[in-house]
């Protein structure tokens, strides 16, 4: 069944990389970069998860989360049938990837085993931060590429995106970088910028709005989750003696 469930996570992200990519051609012209960072965000879990890297099922599950949440705005709206396929899918994702058969193929499989040598506490935060990162790097994308984006957001974006690729090669800054993201997208929310920018979420190019308006500052903001995680780990690190860090 791992088989299974690994290609039925496998098609859900590909069916969203080509909803993604499609809304960013077709859709309106304002959105092209914010639709297509989506595609690019899908498209490397669909890789990951696809070429069995060690932190692939993380990423994927922390992207299945991401979509997962969307199913609070139904408490809002009603059932509304776009929405619900939308969360339902992407909880299906988070779920198909669950277990410790799963885990066998990527985080502790020989290979990772060999190549990476994980302790079993820095395996716990490692997987952490990546699941944190996949949970919140979309609504980063969606608030930094929002219609009209501004040079703060531009900034959170690329300390986002550098950070996230350093906390995958295992580089420690890569957490501060993406902290610094969220705390740009905390300030901007709060209106230290000026006024708050207004994202959308839609679900197909002809429309399907989800959400919008100025919340997006707020979701982003959530990639403070990230080194937040992390924290308790850096505490106590800096509290051995300094003979013992070395």
């Given at each position: 069944m791992v088989g299974i469930r690994r290609a039925l996570a496998l098609l859900l992200l590909g069916f969203y990389v080509t909803q993604f990519a499609?809304?960013?051609?077709?859709?309106?012209?304002?959105?092209?970069?914010?639709?297509?960072?989506?595609?690019?965000?899908?498209?490397?879990a669909f890789i990951a998860l696809g070429a069995e890297w060690f932190w692939g099922r993380w990423f994927a599950?922390?992207?299945?989360?991401?979509?997962?949440?969307?199913?609070?705005?139904?408490?809002?709206?009603?059932?509304?049938p776009m929405i619900a396929f939308f969360g339902f899918t992407h909880l299906a994702i988070a779920v198909f990837l669950l277990g410790e058969g799963m885990a066998a193929r990527y985080e502790h499989s020989e290979a990772t085993a060999e190549r990476w040598n994980f302790q079993d506490e820095s395996m716990l935060l490692m997987r952490r931060a990546t699941l944190?990162?996949?949970?919140?790097?979309?609504?980063?994308?969606?608030?930094?590429?929002?219609?009209?984006?501004?040079?703060?957001?531009?900034?959170?974006?690329?300390?986002?995106?550098?950070?996230?690729?350093?906390l995958l090669a295992r580089?420690?800054?890569?957490?501060?970088?993406?902290?610094?993201?969220?705390?740009?997208?905390?300030?901007?929310?709060?209106?230290?910028?000026?006024?708050?920018?207004?994202?959308?979420l839609l679900l197909s190019p002809s429309g399907g709005l989800i959400i919008h308006g100025p919340a997006?500052?707020?979701?982003?903001?959530?990639?403070?989750?990230?080194?937040?995680?992390?924290?308790?780990a850096c505490v106590r690190y800096l509290r051995r003696p300094s003979d013992a860090r070395g």
């Open positions: 499609m809304t960013a051609w077709l859709g309106p012209e304002e959105m092209f970069a914010c639709y297509l960072g989506l595609a690019l965000c899908y498209g490397t599950m922390g992207v299945g989360n991401f979509g997962s949440l969307l199913l609070l705005v139904l408490f809002k709206v009603g059932f509304e944190s990162a996949g949970s919140t790097i979309p609504f980063l994308i969606l608030y930094a590429l929002a219609p009209r984006p501004d040079a703060v957001q531009l900034g959170a974006l690329g300390l986002g995106v550098i950070g996230l690729a350093a580089r420690t800054w890569g957490a501060l970088a993406i902290g610094g993201a969220g705390v740009l997208a905390l300030l901007d929310a709060i209106g230290v910028f000026g006024t708050p920018p207004a994202g959308y997006f500052a707020w979701l982003a903001a959530l990639v403070l989750l990230v080194p937040l995680g992390l924290a308790p």
